[in-house]
Structure formats: structure tokens, C-alpha cells
């Protein structure tokens, strides 16, 4: 396409920023990061951060020494293995003692391997330099809102800077949190994919203005995920839940952005623990107990 090869150069072998790539590239995630500093009306802290995941799904939870031995064992296994995200089962940057202690273990026994993470933002300015000091190439936020009023109906408090906030205030904190983090991603030159929780009825219209704020802000892939229904999730919303969106729904969305930042359409909503190419899942075949004790 158009698209310069340099740029190309940092995509073309990663499944999630390039589709070609989705088919050859196989990405695992080690869900090394449980606590979060946010609270989502539609997660469950039971289960993976649903940022990035499937709800309903327990991962495996490592320390950083037990996802260094889970990453190099698989990356003897898979050769098709080019990424390894951190998307929770919290937030990574939150989380980010142990999130920076996998990342330091991996590269430094498998260099070439390309590191990505997904946050919520709210930690993110304060971890950009670090991002760039350790070659983390890919950076993925979810932005659910740019209007703080549509972020109370979806997050009911925040903890930032030593204290809980709740209502309006907390949506504007976290609001400007994730506009600062994008625009100083996008300045230093990191791949940023914005996700989005369709959340019908909440901000299902509002999506389209996010689409343009964060092209505006140099997002290069905005992702739309439809909000996955689940009796076990969603439950803040209401006493008759939340119910996701109708394929019918999501594409018309999608295809209101269209002329917007690019979007990813072939988004998995993987688990925080997967492993493999998109759409396959090879992640019970790499359970602790069939790890070795050493790898290296
Ligand atoms: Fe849950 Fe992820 Fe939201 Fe944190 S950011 S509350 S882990 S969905
Ligand atoms: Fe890629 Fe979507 Fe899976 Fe994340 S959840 S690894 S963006 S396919």
C-alpha cells in the first residue's frame, strides 16, 4: 500500500498491526499483572482484564521468573513466535515491578523478540520513558470515552496518586491520563492501538468522535471490540446487566469510522495467557506444570 517502508518494517510481523501478518506470526501473552488502578463497570476482577480479553477467563497468573521460563519454552516450540504482550490479567503498567522484570528476563535471552502492552492509560505518562529506554515497540490503550460524562456511566472510580476518586472526577482524571499518554506515545514514535469497548446504548455513537480524537492524537489502529455479555460480567451496570452489541451494530460502527484512524478487524479478544497464531490458542499445551524448571 501506501505505506512507508519503515513503518511497515515495525508492523510486518506483528499479527495484531498487520493483518497480512496474523496469518505467518504467532503472539503470546504471560499474565504476569493482576492488580489494576481502575475500576470497569464490565469487568469482573475474577477474570482477565476485559480491556483485551475474553470474559469468563481465569489465566494462568505467573511470577516474572515462571513467564520467562513459559516464554522461552515457547519460543523453542513455536518459531513462528515474534510478540510478547502483557495485557494483565490487570494492568500492566500498574503492575509495572513485574511487568519490567519479565520484559528485562526475556530480552535479554531472546533480543529480537518484540514486546507490546496493553494499559487502560491511567498509569502511562508517568511510564513512557521507560517504554522507550526498553524498545517497547507496541503500546495499546483503551480509550471507552473522551467525554467524562459518558465515563461515568462506565467507570464508578479511579485510585490515582494515593487516592480513590470517584464520579465525574475521576473521568476527566482518567480522560486527560489517556489523552497525555497517546500524545506523548505518538511523539516519541510508538506504535499505539486504541481499543474500544462497544458498549451499546453507553457510548456506542460516542465512538466515532473517539475514532477521531485519537487519529487526531496519532493513534495508528483503532480497534472496536464488542462488549462481550456475560451473566458473570457487566453485573455494575445494573441489575439487568449490560447486553453487548449485535454484529449489526458493531459494523456499522466500524464502518461510521471508517474514514477515521485505521481499524483492526481481526481483533481475537485473546486470553491474557494465549499463545500462538490469532485464532488458535495453544495456551493449555504451556501450563506451568509442563514447563521446565530451567531454560536457560
Ligand atoms: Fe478490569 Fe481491565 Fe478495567 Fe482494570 S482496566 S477494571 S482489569 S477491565
Ligand atoms: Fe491481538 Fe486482539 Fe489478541 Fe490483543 S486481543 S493479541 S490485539 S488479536
Not at 463497570?41 to 482477565?48: F, I, L, S, V
Not at 471507552?144 to 473521568?171: C, E, Q
Not at 514514535?189 to 477521531?212: F, M, R, T
Request: hydrophobic share 40%; aromatic share 6%; glycine share 8%.
Amino acid at each position: 500500500g501506501d505505506m512507508p517502508a519503515e513503518l511497515w518494517n515495525r508492523i510486518k510481523d506483528h499479527p495484531c498491526y498487520s493483518e497480512e501478518a496474523h496469518h505467518y506470526f504467532a503472539r503470546m501473552h504471560v499474565a504476569v499483572a493482576p492488580a489494576c488502578n481502575i475500576q470497569c463497570n464490565y469487568c469482573n476482577r475474577k477474570y482477565d482484564c476485559a480491556n483485551e480479553s475474553r470474559p469468563g477467563v481465569v489465566s494462568e497468573k505467573l511470577t516474572p521468573d515462571q513467564a520467562f521460563r513459559k516464554v522461552v519454552t515457547v519460543a523453542n516450540e513455536v518459531p513462528q513466535l515474534s510478540v510478547l504482550g502483557i495485557a494483565g490479567p490487570g494492568d500492566a503498567l500498574y503492575d509495572w515491578r513485574k511487568t519490567k522484570a519479565t520484559f528485562e528476563l526475556v530480552s535479554r535471552e531472546i533480543p529480537d523478540i518484540k514486546l507490546c502492552i496493553s494499559t487502560n492509560g491511567l498509569a502511562l505518562p508517568d511510564h513512557v520513558d521507560e517504554l522507550v529506554d526498553m524498545n517497547i515497540d507496541h503500546v495499546t490503550i483503551t480509550i471507552n470515552m473522551i467525554d467524562p460524562l459518558i465515563g461515568t456511566k462506565i467507570y464508578p472510580w479511579i485510585f490515582y496518586d494515593h487516592k480513590r476518586y470517584t464520579g465525574l472526577v475521576a473521568s476527566q482524571i482518567l480522560h486527560e491520563r489517556q489523552m497525555l499518554g497517546l500524545e506523548m506515545l505518538a511523539e516519541r514514535g510508538i506504535l499505539v492501538k486504541v481499543n474500544s469497548v462497544l458498549i451499546p446504548g453507553i457510548n456506542d455513537q460516542h465512538l466515532i468522535e473517539v475514532n477521531a480524537a485519537v487519529k487526531a492524537r496519532g493513534a495508528f489502529l483503532h480497534n472496536i471490540m464488542p462488549l462481550i455479555s456475560d451473566p458473570a460480567h457487566g453485573t455494575h451496570f445494573g441489575l439487568t446487566g449490560q447486553r453487548g452489541p449485535k454484529h449489526a451494530e458493531l459494523m456499522a460502527v466500524q464502518e461510521a469510522c471508517s474514514g477515521g484512524a485505521n481499524l483492526m478487524r481481526h481483533c481475537r479478544q485473546c486470553r491474557a495467557d494465549a499463545v500462538g497464531l490469532l485464532g488458535e490458542d495453544r495456551g493449555q499445551e504451556f501450563t506451568l506444570d509442563q514447563i521446565p524448571a530451567e531454560v536457560a
